[in-house]
């Protein structure tokens, strides 16, 4: 019963510690993951998935402006 509460113990104090770490270091690790990413998707054919994935993702945050202005113009006419 001894050993499992001091293994319960350190074991709560290890998770602290890690994710204490882990606060301060989060913006940092994800800025270089990002990074690495875009390194690697601009290394690749325009035809890999991620690509034109991403491709399809700029083509809709254009076609959804053009929409939102549409609709806004529709609404001040109407006003």
Known sequence: MRRLLIFTVLAAGMFL???KIAERAGPVV????SEMCERMLANMPESFPPNRMMADLEALKGQ???ILNL???QTDDQA
């Open 30 to 33: 994800r800025e270089r993951c």
């Open 64 to 66: 959804s402006a053009r």
């Open 17 to 19: 510690a890690i994710r």
């Open 71 to 73: 609709v806004e113009r």
